[in-house]
């Protein structure tokens, strides 16, 4: 029993917990806060009215020309894929199979048969 007579026989204290009655704090809003809250809903109401303008296309001709080709090529291969159905995709693919080298097969792995 000496070996547990220099025991402390308290209730457990947590760190940074204060007393167990007053939980969280609540923060309090700052008044600049909602000032800015404010400056920025009118700011915002004002580019709306100002952004009505055109939009000026800063891309060079090549530019344009590269993404024009791009979007004409996947609507190729967009078509190309839309026009085979399942099955002749996968008949497709059995013939490529059987095209193969028996280079990928599982080896045998016994060597007395």
């Known amino acids: 029993m000496s070996e547990y007579a220099a025991s402390q026989k ?3 204290k947590l760190k940074g917990l204060g007393s167990i009655s007053a939980g969280k704090r ?3 809003k700052d008044k600049e806060s909602k000032h800015r ?3 920025l ?3 915002q109401n004002d ?3 100002k952004s009505n303008k055109t939009y000026v296309d800063k891309r060079t ?3 344009m020309a590269f993404d024009k080709m791009q979007e004409k090529r996947q609507m190729e291969r967009i078509l190309n894929k839309a026009s085979k159905t399942h099955k002749l995709r996968v008949e ?3 013939r490529h199979l059987d095209t193969l080298t028996e280079h990928y097969d599982i080896p045998k792995v016994s060597w007395t048969k």
């Open 61 to 63: 001709p090549a530019q």
């Open 41 to 43: 809903a009118t700011s």
């Open 92 to 94: 497709d693919f059995n």
């Open 37 to 39: 809250l404010e400056q």
């Open 47 to 49: 580019e709306e009215g």
């Open 10 to 12: 308290s209730a457990l």
């Open 26 to 28: 609540k923060k309090k």
